[in-house]
């Protein structure tokens, strides 16, 4: 790759950023409504394959049980996130409060002569705030609902065509079966890494809820709910899952059981997110830790939270479709975990 190829490139990729920025208000929706849809579409395969004596599932028929239970599913995610959020916000004041009488003493026990500013510390253990950044991603969905109803709607009409018009489009049977290829890995790396970080998070989120209400923790639903939801952002997500919980504890315990609370809940994501994803993961994801991070924040810039949680699965995305063309395979074996491009 020659010094111009590499220029036009970064021009390029420069100005695919800028428009996904000015363009987010259109593109989030969308993106959104794509894996809705996938979602809906898996679910609805998953159907097809229930027999009951010798007959299948016809496929109007798993598609409608596919889309009941993927309403039936957000519906009560969402019932349950606005409850707790809502008793959340009711307490903040009184945990505010503590919180005040807390670093006050601990400023006056440690004979400071400059204040600590209290303000901000305030300001970042913020009950209220927390509990509205939670719910973040649920109003973003919820304020595209009706576009994103729209495009789910119409991409579920399209759907069974789609092979006609790759075959009509692509009319090589090599460079067809090649597309076909390219689709069915993308398509199979994501479904991998969606079902899997899913299970994953809602067993981080099951256990870390158990240890919750032993300990007497308050509002212990709700830090199941943030954790399970957290744990899709990589990396940063699970450490602030596992902050947040120990921190607050506090207003309830003192210090050692805050730290025992944060040791357990530590373990917890250790060995769940350093043994247990990675190896139930396999290859399927094969991107460099450093990459992730990288993309989390230029995710993040771009499209907020709803980009913090869309990074990895479009940087799978990217690199599968790098690693197919000669011309970009080198960075495709950059951003990969090993160099090992399949």
């Known amino acids: ?19 996904l920025y000015i363009g ?23 159907f097809k394959k229930i027999k009951i004596g010798s007959i299948k599932i016809p496929h ?21 996130v606005n409850k707790n959020v809502q008793e959340v916000i009711i307490a903040a004041p009184s945990y505010q409060a503590k919180f ?25 253990v913020n009950l209220s705030t927390i509990a509205t950044t939670a719910a973040g991603i649920v109003t973003t969905i919820a304020g595209f609902a009706s576009i994103i109803f729209i495009y789910v709607l119409f991409l579920l009409l399209e759907y069974h065509t789609f092979n006609e018009k790759i075959f009509k489009l692509i009319p090589d049977k090599k460079k067809r079966d090649d597309s076909t290829a390219l689709i069915n890995k993308i398509s199979k790396d994501i479904n991998t890494y969606i079902k899997i970080k899913t299970f994953v998070s809602f067993l981080t989120a ?19 709910v943030l954790i ?3 744990n899709f952002i990589p990396n940063v997500g699970s450490l602030i899952a596992v902050i947040l919980p120990g921190l607050f504890s506090l207003v309830q315990y003192d210090l050692p059981h805050a730290f025992l609370l944060l040791l357990i809940l530590t373990l917890i994501q250790m060995t769940i997110g350093n043994i247990l994803e990675p190896r139930l993961m396999g290859k399927s994801l ?17 499209w907020g939270i709803v980009g913090m949680f869309l990074c990895v699965p479009i940087m799978v995305i990217t690199n599968i479709i790098l690693a197919k063309f000669p011309a970009t395979k080198p960075i495709a074996i950059l951003l990969s975990s090993r160099g090992d491009i399949i």
């Open 1 to 19: 790759m020659n010094i111009q190829n590499f220029s036009l490139g970064l021009l390029a990729s420069s100005i695919i950023l800028y428009f």
């Open 24 to 46: 987010q208000s259109i593109i989030i929706p969308l993106v959104i409504a794509i894996i809705i849809w996938y979602i809906i579409i898996s679910l609805t395969e998953a």
């Open 60 to 80: 109007w028929l798993a598609l409608l049980f596919s889309l009941a239970s993927f309403a039936i599913i957000a519906w009560i995610f969402v019932d349950f």
């Open 100 to 124: 005040q009488s807390i670093f006050t003493n601990l400023q006056a026990s440690l004979n400071l002569e400059e204040q600590i500013s209290l303000q901000q510390i305030l300001e970042w």
């Open 206 to 224: 099951l256990l870390c809820f158990i240890v919750l209400s032993i300990m007497g923790i308050q509002f212990a639903g709700f830090w199941a």
């Open 228 to 230: 399970f939801v957290l």
């Open 286 to 302: 094969n991107l460099s830790p450093l990459v992730i991070i990288i993309s989390l924040v230029i995710w993040g810039s771009l």
